[in-house]
């Protein structure tokens, strides 16, 4: 199973970028993808989270109205859409998938990193002031 992030770069503050994560190996529509990120001394934290089907999604409240995720389940991607990003938003974007099947209430648990069984290599993503 492979799992390959793109799209990362520098940006200038109220940029915008869009990162994708090229899924292989495995049936991508049976499976959650999220993204995390991981800045420099700090902990992997979760990001964003798509059901399976695309019809739930969730997000850290850091990023809500700022970030968008969505799926392509016919060409095995996913995506993050990210608007009005600002200088904490800089880190390693790693994309996932979870075999894990949540209904809304259990949405929740697709924020911790343990629910995923298969992780990207990450994207770099610079945002400067």
């Known amino acids: 199973v492979q799992l390959q992030a793109s799209g990362g770069g520098l940006v200038q503050t109220g940029g915008s970028l869009r990162l994708s994560c090229e899924v292989s190996d495995l049936t991508f529509s049976q499976y959650a993808m999220g993204w995390f990120r991981q800045a420099p001394g700090k902990e992997r934290e979760f990001v964003a989270v798509?059901?399976?089907?695309?019809?739930?999604?969730s997000y850290a409240d850091s990023v809500k109205g700022r970030f968008t995720i969505s799926r392509d389940n016919s060409k095995n991607t996913g995506y993050l859409q990210m608007f009005s990003l600002k200088p904490e938003d800089t880190a390693v974007y790693y994309c996932a998938v979870s075999s894990r099947n949540y209904v809304l209430s259990g949405m929740y648990l697709y924020a911790r990193t343990s629910e995923y069984d298969y992780w990207g290599q990450g994207t770099l993503v610079t945002v400067s002031s």
């Open positions: 798509v059901r399976s089907s695309g019809d739930r999604k």
